[in-house]
């Protein structure tokens, strides 16, 4: 596959797209010494960011000076990964559609080297039904699990033109039928055979894609569907949502694919469904309804995994307190606290 690897797009980039450059002065907001000495005393291993940047509410937190939402998703990139605490992000859109090599290039010229991305797989791949423009189910998806696609239309171009910026390519499913969730085995059996395809075909790849899978379904959390995972070379996703076990339940299946690096997406606070969480947390520019328990459990579980050496990635959506960048201040704090004592 020598097309594969090494086409990043052309080098002639402005200054907007080069790491440390804003454009139409979006640039990074100062923040306190103690924001940066936070950020410093975390271990190169922990990759903490958010659901996307393009959010105006985060001015004076992200950002230096208020942009409008169209300019941020365009042009802040840069400035929101000059942030302390901000080592990775999640690219959320291509879960909608498919992004191409060359966007990806784009968005990797804009960070420094020790930032990574995390990336949704196209739901065109993970979702089992087909939908109208509602939302609503129409009819089943021929293209459900197709490995070939998946690879062709979203890892190859995502490893190509991230390289080694790309974190976990993160295949989220939608709720799955209730005849599929009746048969978890036979979905497990099927899962691996997926992933094992998908690893096959990145044999010649340079930097291997590191595959994670979450889910709204917790009849999955199975011993089935952990040894599908831990067979083919995936990690779970944990995934912090309304439809799911709270963190400290989903750790199970964590400790059923140790040792590895570890993911997680905190994605809606619990008892919250995601319009009326939008609704009550915007412009997101403070924590609302903070959730100490979760930040907790998720703390002990990262500093435990950057001890032992494997990476983690974590990121956060507004909905999950009020305001992602806000909620990751308070979760470094929590680590940093879990670092010093277990050092001790």
Known sequence: MPDQIGLFGSDDAGPEERPGHGARGIGPAKVEDGLHALGAS???????????????????????????????????????????????????????????????????????????????????????MRRDDRGAGVDMNPRFLDAQAAFDEFV????????????????????????????????????????????????????????????????????????????AGARYCLGVHARMPAAADQLPLLRALWPGGLVVRWNLHAGFRYADAKAQYAPFNKLVDEDPETRATLARVIAATALAGYPVYLSANNKAEGSAPLTLIKLAEAIAGELRARSA
């Open 156 to 231: 190859k171009p995502a490893i190509a033109g991230l390289a080694e910026k790309a974190g976990p390519l993160i295949f989220q499913f939608s709720p799955l039928s209730r005849r599929t969730l009746a048969d978890v085995p036979a979905f497990a059996a099927r899962l691996h055979a997926f992933l094992w395809a998908i690893n096959q075909m990145c044999a010649g790849f340079s930097v291997m894609p590191l595959l994670a899978v979450e889910v709204r379904d917790p009849e999955l959390l199975s011993r089935e569907f952990a040894a599908a995972l831990k067979d």
């Open 42 to 128: 975390l271990p190169g291993e922990i990759h903490l960011g958010t659901s996307s940047w393009s959010f105006p509410g985060w001015a004076g937190i992200v950002y230096d000076k208020p942009a409008s939402e169209s300019a941020l998703s365009k042009k802040g990139l840069a400035a929101y990964s000059h942030h302390p605490l901000l080592r990775t992000v999640s690219i959320d859109r291509g879960f909608y559609q498919p992004l191409t090599l060359s966007e990806y290039a784009a968005y990797a010229r804009q960070v420094p080297d020790d930032f990574r991305f995390m990336v949704k797989a196209p739901s065109s791949i993970t979702d089992e």
